[in-house]
């Protein structure tokens, strides 16, 4: 794996869920007919299709240049595309740009630049590319950009504030373009293509269990040390007494395997059928399971849990890192487990209430 620079070209048609309803045949032939279109304007600007997610297209290119260049091409085409269709029926297409440095991984870009362009890419309206403060100074240097400048706008899951830079929509009497604003209410919805368990650093829940055992046995022993210097009973004596009574055994395994759940970490990778609210959908989800806002740090996501549910429940942190619409998080075995049936029961109802 390694870093480079890029520039990312996030794409996704508007409200294409209602073309399916409107005629599905219909909407898939439209589908079709943009994949060819969007193949075709990346090629030619020596771009490189990364990944299709649905009707979403993420492409990189060497060059900020082609990348601005080819977006633009690309609202115009499929404006030509449109032009005898009823508007109910047209390829209406927003598109997010961004330039930074990502990692790459057999052509693949990975990584949190993806989730930025994702972001940039829903901030804008159909026919209108917004821009990241990297990517438009880059390409202001070389081309005279006609843009709208957002200053101190809030992009989730990322530090600090940011200025993004919008063109006007090409339908510009249709759509008028404006602040990007963040939605404060949970209403993603999203499909988990897969969750695999992983085998990652760390223990074992039963190997954390058996050293819990052992560690309370050695309390246990020291425990049987004192009580016969303080007796002047033989330390065979109190220990063979002590073995014989349930309460040990009531007591020390239950406290073992209650530690191990504590302790021993899992780690796991769920993939979404999106790309654009991997994080904000983990960022929910965990503060309906009692953690904070997630740091970030090196590439990763840091949730520590509320200050009460540390000390009165034992909670751990969680550390997770999105690598476009993946998740690898790895985190203490009570609370992953918990996390999985919350993530799941979303998906089928939109709520985490009653899990």
Not at 170 to 197: L, V
Request: a positive charge.
């Amino acid at each position: 794996m390694q870093k480079a620079e890029v520039a990312l070209m996030f794409s996704d048609i508007r409200g294409y869920s209602r073309l399916l309803e409107l005629d599905e045949q219909e909407a898939l032939e439209l589908l079709a007919r943009h994949n060819e279109i969007s193949q075709q304007v990346i090629t030619e600007y020596n771009g490189h299709l990364v990944k299709r997610l649905d009707d979403s297209v993420l492409a990189s290119f060497v060059s900020v240049n082609d990348a601005y260049l080819c977006a633009v091409d690309f609202l115009e085409r499929l404006k030509a595309f449109n032009r005898n269709k009823e508007k109910p029926r047209r390829l209406l297409v927003s598109i997010g740009l961004h330039k930074g440095k990502a990692e790459v991984r057999n052509s693949v870009v990975i990584g949190e630049q993806v989730n930025v362009v994702a972001r940039l890419q829903a901030m804008a309206e159909p026919g209108c590319i917004c821009m990241s403060n990297a990517m438009y100074s880059a390409i202001s240097k070389m081309i005279d950009l006609k843009v709208v400048e957002y200053r101190d706008v809030e992009i989730e899951n990322l530090p600090g504030s940011h200025n993004v830079y919008k063109t006007l929509s090409i339908y510009r009497d249709e759509f008028k373009i404006g602040r990007p604003a963040i939605h404060q209410k949970s209403d993603f919805r999203y499909k988990i293509k897969e969750i695999e368990h992983l085998p990652g650093r760390g223990t074992s829940f039963a190997s954390t269990a058996f050293s819990a055992l052992t560690f309370f046995s050695v309390l246990l022993l020291m425990g049987a040390g004192i009580q016969a210097q303080r007796t002047s009973t033989g330390l065979s004596d109190i220990l063979s007494m002590w073995l014989n009574s349930p309460v040990l055994y009531f007591s020390v395994i239950p406290a073992s395997l209650f530690f191990a759940a504590l302790y021993a970490r899992r780690k796991m990778r769920a993939v979404f059928d999106d790309v654009r609210e991997v994080d904000r959908i983990l960022s929910y989800i965990m503060s309906q399971l009692g953690y904070r806002q997630p740091v970030h740090a090196k590439g990763f996501m840091l949730f520590r849990p509320e200050p009460g549910n540390f000390l009165i429940l034992g909670m751990r942190k969680f550390r997770a890192r999105v690598d476009g619409n993946t998740i690898l998080l790895q985190g203490p075995y009570l609370y992953m487990s918990r996390l999985i049936k919350m993530l799941k029961h979303y998906e089928q109802t939109g709520k985490t209430d009653s899990i």
